[in-house]
């Protein structure tokens, strides 16, 4: 497990790589989410004052 | 008859609710794929015989690069369809892609960076493909840039279009001329896939993440689409049910 | 057709022949001829706004010997560079002018409407643009590179990269001043649109002025550099008429 934590002395590199791509895909997730979210919300609020002006 | 998918792919609705039944069937496959292809790399695959465990990067930094051209290129002819038949889905399919594609070339960015490191001696390298990725890099700001500048969806739509179309264009233009100066002032950089012959044990943990970004691409798409095409409706009566939903 | 400019000298002339643009006599290109008179006259008569740019391109190539180094022998290698970069950065400077007067008092508008071809009249604005800063710029270049240690013999590359490089950058950055039109501080915008797209332009150009100052043959990276401009001449005035038109609705 040591050594394949080491990834042959290239963990300084090899290990920060592999994090930001996933934290890079995390955001991605999460902004997708958000988005979908926000807009899911801000439909129903032009509907409803869309509703209660008919 | 051999138009209704086409004419269906434009509603909506349709669309709409399309997207929300596919996400999971592209996410799953993603994850699986991704989970699998880190085994296949980290563990599976065997140390490089001149860079070690160092060229492990390679299966995060070329998906992700592979990523920020696919999804330029997706976010181009998306735009250049939405301008030539003015369908507001295609629209939305670009505005949903930018982002993401601008964090890929991002995360190649800082991979590249990453694995240069140890092979070069220095963070950065005026590289043809680490230039490339960052000319890629501005194109997808200017995108994103000149689409919040338009407080009104549809001219922020077809002006960013227009941009999204001319930067296809020049795409091929300008990776041929950073590569064509890049040779004049330095000898080309053995870093990538510079090798012959790679063991399969290598390459096909690469070729699986390859398919497994492009899965989640989609996925993270499909969310982002439903988004975005609800922003582009106003108070059509299908809405109600679907945020209910 | 007779000059319908100097009969009204203290207002901007109106493009007066928009009428005459949907008769058949008057065809595209008579039409972008007008255009390009007209758009030439009236830059000669705000004077100031011609000088701007060039003044800039000089204060910038005199910011390369004080941050650097007096000696000629260590400006000389980056003189192409320097050279390059502040033509790019004054045409950049120069396109924000490019529509926006036009596009305020309804000229544009007028030019969308006439019933003619935008692209021609987009493409004879653009024109006028490179002779009132791409030329000039392309002009003053080699007294630039001499400062920065050019040999005499490089003047005639410089021009001609320069003059062949502007024709590109006044081309794609027409599309980018188009596509801002209707937004308001767009300076910081229209560079980030166009800056990425210029790059192959910055590469050949200066290949070939750095070639030239070099005493080489500088052909190929100019032959490429031709080779963007008429791809941008075939392709930039179409975009530009789009972006005009989205901008106009």
Redesign the interface.
Known sequence: MRHFLDMGGYWPFVWPAYAVTFAVMALNIIWARRLLKRSRKEALRRLTIGGTEK | MAWTWFHRLASPPHVYRLSARLTPWLAWPAALLIVAGLIGGLWLAPPDYQQGDGYRIIYVHAPSAWMSLFVYTTMAVAAGIGLIWRMKVAHAVAAASAPVGASFTFAALVTGSLWGKPMWGTYWQWDPRLTSELILLFLYLGYMGLRSAFDDVQRADRASAVLAVVGLVNVPIIHYSVVWWNSLHQAPSLMYLGKPTMPPSMYVPLLIMLVGFTLFYGAVLLVRLRGEVLSRERAASWIREAVRA | MTDSGTMMPPVRPAFDSASDATHPAVTALAAARLVLARDLKLAFRKRSQLVQPLAFFAIVTTLFPLGVSPELSRLRPMAAGVLWAAALLASLLALEMLFRDDAQDGTLEQYALSGGSLTWLLAAKTAAHWLLTGLPLALMAPLAGIALGAPNGAVPGIVVSVAVGTVALSLIGS?GAA??L??RR?GA?LS??T???D??VL??GA?ATELAIGGEAYGVPLQ?LAA?AV?GLT?APL?AA??VR??L?
């Open positions: 599309i596509l801002t209707g937004i767009s915008l980030l649109l800056l990425p797209l790059i192959p590469i050949f290949r490429l963007v791809l392709l975009a789009a972006a989205i901008n609705e």
